[in-house]
């Protein structure tokens, strides 16, 4: 009922090394307990877009035929979270031996070069298809800023404590959320794609059996439950921020990831299709 269309888990082989690796990462960065403020999340971002940017490269067919099933949804995201914690480690460890002022800014650069390198790829390859439409992710990352800024502005009148304490990483929340929105509801309203978790069908449909869906399409109810209960999760974990700030800003940043990392591989779908 919630797992995507194209959900396939990588044989045995693949899964259990992978699933080792990470584990181990966890468990060691469990030991070294890093901190995690709100630079550290952003940091994460691009690595949130790394991950999704493999995905399309994936539905491309850019990847060999016997590792392509590594770049496939979900064991992508597990690649990329060993990847992104590696980076975290030797960041941790750059900054434990004088190399580097803060944790976060390698952590952030390097996620940063690897997103840039292959959304390079990605886009250079659409170029040479003749696929290449850069019109309508450009509105989608547009209207998500809008909309974000928007939403944080009527949270920091209404629930001044609650945008405060998340801060940073309560606007990376709110915008990926609403990225994920807008770029599902142009896909489906404009472009005419499908979707493809069922859960967000249901809201698509919905939106199309109301009245308001000759005028102004079937996606607005989608984007506004996205970012309504991005704004709700963050007034839930306010005093969570102030009793337990590491912890709960690392979830803070998965549920970002959740939104940020389909919005993304929406606008890069756009792109190259």
Known sequence: MVLPEGFVLPPWYLLVPILVILAGIIALLWVLEPPVTDGTVLAF?????????????????????????????PSVYLVTAIVAGLAWIIAIFLHAGGLQSTISRPVGLSGTAFFAVFVAITLNNSWEEGTFEPFWPVIAVVVAGIVTAVAWIALSLWFTDVAATTSLTGVLVVFGHALDGVSTAIGFDVLGAGEEVPLSMILLEAGESLPTEEYIGAGWLFILVKVALALVILGLFKEYVDDRPQQARTILALVAAVGLGPGIHNVLLFFVT
């Open 45 to 73: 971002a691009p690595w949130m877009m790394f991950g999704s940017t493999l995905h399309v490269l994936h539905r491309m067919g850019a990847f060999p035929n016997r590792i392509e099933i590594l770049f496939a949804s």
